[in-house]
């Protein structure tokens, strides 16, 4: 009798342990929201707003409206890159203490919150050569 309570606790544990396994992988549907406009930003097909204000006197120093993407890697710049035409612009900000940075996406994007996206662009495993 005790090694069958036993056998039943443990595969009572088991099962528990897996559903709470499989609960712990499942993000939420904001998470996957945002992934997938982060990438539709990258690939130009949000179009968003960006504002570099002084902080000190309350001005724009720069204003950029498009389908951009943004870096924010490198601590002392930022980089908004936006498509125009069949041809892309490019823009820095040198970051500074009295310097901040808004971006804001003007229309609303059609993105899935069950499904992360996943692009795949062969015309990037095929270098442009250029011959000088």
Same mark, same amino acid.
């Given at each position: ?24 992988? #499942? @993000?939420?549907?904001?998470? /996957? +929201? ?7 930003? &990258? %690939? ?12 000190? #006197? @309350?001005?724009?120093?720069? /204003? +950029? ?7 924010? &890697? %490198? ?58």
């Amino acid at each position: 009798m005790r090694n069958r309570f036993g056998k039943i606790v443990g595969l009572v544990m088991v099962g528990a342990m897996a559903v709470g396994g499989l609960t712990a992988c #499942t @993000d939420d549907d904001a998470d /996957v +929201v945002n992934q997938n406009i982060a990438k539709d930003a &990258d %690939n130009f097909k949000v179009n968003r707003r960006t504002v570099f204000i002084n902080g000190i #006197t @309350d001005k724009y120093l720069l /204003v +950029v409206e498009g389908f951009c993407s943004i870096e924010t &890697d %490198n601590p002392n710049r930022w980089a908004v890159t936006c498509k125009v035409g069949d041809g892309f612009k490019r823009h820095f900000m040198g970051k500074a203490a009295n310097v901040t940075m808004i971006s804001e996406q003007i229309d609303s994007a059609n993105v899935s919150p069950n499904h992360y996206k996943v692009v795949y662009k062969p015309s990037t495993v095929i270098p442009d050569v250029e011959i000088r």
